[in-house]
């Protein structure tokens, strides 16, 4: 039997103390538990944040500081310290861990994104316990996934993990703000996210010292369920949190049951990092084709193109102004403008690549929306 794969999400407020500094009673009690799940055969990647926390005292900033310069400097010095009590903690119970330092760039470039995939598996394979976090010393806002939630999320994916942990301060999720309305109820379980849950729980209940609040847990929630993978957002203490949380038992909210869409590395990559080209407008039987019956986009269901791309870019798929999926292209938007409407044995002649389809259904995604409705 398979190991499962889980990817522990750890955030500032659970490894902070009253000051906003590196709590290392509470780093070394998430190891333990880390390291209790192992010992009980799972796979676990975890994703921590922490380096400014670990990072500022160093500097001589009486708090966390609030500056981007600030928190980058902190982060320079944090990150080789917080992976450093990793390491020492680790080492107790005779297990190695490793540092990876991520930026949003490394996900929208292809073959990066395709290393990092390569990187987890041999570590994985080598029974080592990858530490992973945003770079924060050189991220700039638009190289950034937000918050170390949606890092967990698209990694959690990536890895094609069995579950996601996300612990915070907070035991789950509330259909009001638990801090300032006594009337609110949690949330044990919910199946699936819906718009009005969303809606709901918008309030932000997070930690001071954190990025992010329960509005960028549910986001990440949804892009892991949206890739296959179930999540618990909640609380725990003590050595066997983890344990408790894998036998259901733990202190917050589960999400999503029953999931079977599980892209592809190469299809996560399309639909979630990509870089958008250019439009292609299809018919109502391509659109149908696509949606209900899994087939690939032939030049003949195409309208017009939108657009200046070449043979491998990702573009929108679009019926009736909806963007119904994306997908990477075998035709350059000029061979698509000759061929467009045709037979795909008139429009291989149009195209370098010398393929029938415009888009192969390998290479293509359904929207997400549309996604939930289809597959």
């Known amino acids: 039997m398979a190991k499962q794969r ?3 999400k750890i955030g500032s407020s659970s490894l902070t103390n009253k000051n906003g500094g590196l709590d290392l009673l509470k780093l070394k009690e998430h190891t333990a538990a880390i390291a209790a799940l192992k010992k009980q055969h799972y796979e676990v990647i975890l994703i921590s944040s922490g380096a400014v926390s670990a990072g500022f005292y160093d500097l001589g900033y009486p708090s966390r500081p609030v500056t981007v310069s600030g928190k980058q400097a902190a982060a320079a010095v944090g990150q080789g310290l917080l992976v450093q009590a990793y390491n020492d903690a680790f080492k107790e119970y005779d297990m190695v861990a490793a540092q990876l330092l991520l930026t949003k760039d490394v996900f929208s470039n292809q073959l990066q994104y395709s290393n990092v995939y390569q990187t987890l598996t041999e570590l994985l394979k080598r029974d080592v316990i990858p530490v992973i976090n945003e770079n ?4 700039i806002d638009e190289l950034t996934f937000g918050d170390n939630d949606m890092l967990s999320a698209l990694v959690s994916g990536l890895v094609h993990a069995d579950f996601l942990i996300m612990l915070t301060d907070i035991n789950g999720l509330y259909d009001k703000n638990p801090k300032t309305d006594p009337t609110a109820n949690k949330y044990e379980r ?3 996210l819906t718009a009005e849950i969303l809606q709901q729980t918008k309030h932000e209940t997070g930690s001071k010292v954190g990025t992010g609040g329960m509005k960028s847990k549910l986001l990440a929630a949804k892009t892991a369920l949206s890739l296959g993978v179930k999540v618990f957002v909640g609380t725990g203490s003590g050595k066997d949190k983890l344990i408790q949380i894998m036998e ?24 979630f990092h990509s870089k958008v080209s250019g439009r292609l407008h299809v018919d109502q039987g391509a659109s149908e084709a696509i949606l209900h019956h899994g087939k690939s986009l032939l030049p003949a269901g195409i309208k017009w193109v939108e657009g200046d791309f070449e043979i491998g870019n990702v573009v929108d798929i679009v019926y009736n102004d909806h963007i119904i999926a994306k997908g990477q292209v075998n035709y350059s938007a000029t061979e698509l403008i000759q061929s467009k409407g045709e037979q795909s044995k008139v429009a291989m002649k149009q195209s370098a690549s010398n393929r029938p389809e415009a888009v192969h259904r390998d ?10 409705n289809y597959e």
């Open 136 to 139: 924060d010393t050189v991220a």
């Open 248 to 271: 259901e038992h733990g202190d917050g909210t589960y999400i999503g049951e029953e999931l079977s869409n599980s892209y592809r590395k190469q299809k996560q990559w399309i639909a």
């Open 363 to 372: 290479r293509l995604v359904l929207s997400i929306e549309e996604a939930y």
């Open 6 to 8: 889980i990817v522990v």
């Open 190 to 192: 919910l199946p699936m």
